[in-house]
T-cell receptor, first 110, second 114 residues
Framework: EDQVTQSPEALRLQEGESSSLNCSYTVSGLRGLFWYRQDPGKGPEFLFT???AGEEKEKERLKATLTKKESFLHITAPKPEDSATYLC???????????FGTGTRLKVLA | GAVVSQHPSRVICKSGTSVKIECRSLDFQATTMFWYRQFPKKSLMLMATSNEGSKATYEQGVEKDKFLINHASLTLSTLTVTSAHPEDSSFYIC??????????FGPGTRLTVT
């Protein structure tokens, strides 16, 4: 059964304190793993797509990596404006529909 | 870029009335659009998938006669909540599918039914 699990559920960091968010997945034939950022009261904002194990993508303080079982979103020296919920998603086998993880609520304190 | 708009961003309606929400892909053509509902502090729940020129496919438990979806063009899909009731109050988000399974989301519509 296709499945996506994110951890931790919530994370509080001090400004500048680097950390990683985890997205574990089970799917027959990965056709991409997608990271999004969602601010309260807004739609998810696209961050990264990863397609194959070993792939890495970077954007400002964020770096996403992918293995055959999981993806990590590394946040380096975070700032308060990085506070948001981070979602990962994969396409359900045989469809274009996404399975979402439950998200990680990140709070970065000044 | 990949920009998706939704209109309106907020709407308040009375119980028993219908409300239409528009979703537009502004700078690309989307053969597939998706409609989600999100409850507070929860992840997105897929309601239906719409393909341009064909009937929408609804997820199990979603009433197709209550949530009417029309995907009239490659850049526009609409969701109409018919005979709205307070329990339909929620945050509705659309997304537009692009190449390689990427989805780009609209900013969402907050519906309040009084």
């Amino acid at each position: 059964e296709d499945q996506v699990t994110q951890s931790p559920e919530a994370l509080r960091l001090q400004e500048g304190e680097s950390s990683s968010l985890n997205c574990s997945y089970t799917v027959s034939g990965l056709r991409g793993l997608f990271w999004y950022r969602q601010d309260p009261g807004k739609g998810p904002e696209f961050l990264f797509t990863l397609y194959s194990a070993g792939e890495e993508k970077e954007k400002e303080r964020l770096k996403a990596t992918l293995t055959k079982k999981e993806s990590f979103l590394h946040i380096t020296a975070p700032k308060p404006e990085d506070s948001a919920t981070y979602l990962c998603a994969i396409p359900l086998s045989g469809t274009y529909k996404y399975i979402f993880g439950t998200g990680t609520r990140l709070k970065v304190l000044a | 870029g990949a920009v998706v708009s939704q209109h309106p961003s907020r709407v308040i309606c009375k119980s028993g009335t219908s409300v239409k929400i528009e979703c537009r892909s502004l700078d690309f053509q989307a053969t597939t659009m998706f409609w989600y509902r999100q409850f507070p502090k929860k992840s997105l729940m897929l309601m239906a998938t719409s393909n341009e020129g064909s009937k929408a496919t609804y997820e199990q438990g979603v009433e197709k006669d209550k949530f009417l979806i029309n995907h009239a063009s490659l850049t526009l899909s609409t969701l109409t909540v018919t005979s709205a009731h307070p329990e339909d109050s929620s945050f509705y988000i659309c997304s537009a599918g692009k190449r390689n399974y990427e989805q780009y989301f609209g900013p969402g519509t907050r519906l309040t039914v009084t």
